[in-house]
């Protein structure tokens, strides 16, 4: 999940830790954030929000019927979109490295009833983990591409894993949102906003380090080093195609299912967007892309 950037994110030093160590240090830090975001306000799971309040509605317009389908949910953490997937009928599995992410998941869904299936694995490991099980839709998100190093081999991996027809959705924030800051706080109830990080890829690992994470609750126990990878939305298309998937359809909007920054508003639906005050700027991205059903 992208935090605001903060005094404590600086570059990646050059050389040592490596990309491995990198993606190990982010599993440490989801299981230590695991605990904090079950107990949140945020995540609502005492049942104060519902598995859809995290879906914007053009989203179950490009995903269409699920019902008795095959849907992957690639790092689905407490697995909260996961069980919006099982509500409507499908057969729903979620997969994410942090065990500690896993096991709630997995409680949760004996809990509530639900019929949903939460496997442990990178998801660069994820063809191994799932041996020979194919999907009919795979879809991952908001706050997932932001921890991937490597799209090439992401995308492939999602290629593997689909079904010849098989459709992949991604719906994550958009790179303009990331790139965004406030200016140092003059009125903390409407900071400007200005550009003051990266859009596009090219310097490497972005370092932070700091024990708050982005739901209400108490600081982190420990694991607080986090590393994130930039990603363009030319990027994220460029991987897909790469891999062999057609694309359908690209969406930018300028909606968040929660408020990044105190100015913002919420519209009909309780998701949150810039005051009229603001640009009209893309905070959101989603892209549609399918498997050819012939090679
Ligand atoms: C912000 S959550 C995204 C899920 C959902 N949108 C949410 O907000 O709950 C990010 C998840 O990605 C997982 N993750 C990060 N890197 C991963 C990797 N390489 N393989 C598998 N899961 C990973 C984390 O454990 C975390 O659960």
Known sequence: MTTEQSESTDRAPLGPPGVEEMVRANEANWDARTPVHVASAFYGL??????????APFEWADLGELAGLDVLHLQCHLGTETAAFADRGARAVGLDFSAEAVAQARRLAAETGREMEFVRSDVYQAVAALGDRRFDVIYTGKGAVCY???LTAWAE??????????TFYLVEFHP???????????DPDTPPLLLR????AGRG???????????????LQGATTSYEWRHGVGEVVDALLGAGLSLQGIRET??????????????????????????????LYAVRAVKPAQP
């Open 157 to 166: 991996t999602v290629a593997t894993l689909l079904r010849p027809g098989g």
């Open 176 to 186: 303009l949102l990331n790139a965004l800051g406030p200016t140092p706080p003059t």
């Open 254 to 283: 300028e909606v968040l299912p929660w408020p990044r920054f105190p100015s913002m508003v919420p519209d009909a639906d309780g998701w949150w967007r810039l005051p009229d005050s603001e640009p009209i700027i893309p905070l």
């Open 197 to 200: 990080h990266d859009y596009l």
């Open 205 to 219: 690992a972005l370092r932070s380090d700091t024990p708050t994470t982005y739901t209400d609750g108490p600081p």
């Open 148 to 150: 991937l190093p490597d």
């Open 46 to 55: 005492d049942g104060t929000r519902r598995p859809d309040d995290w879906f």
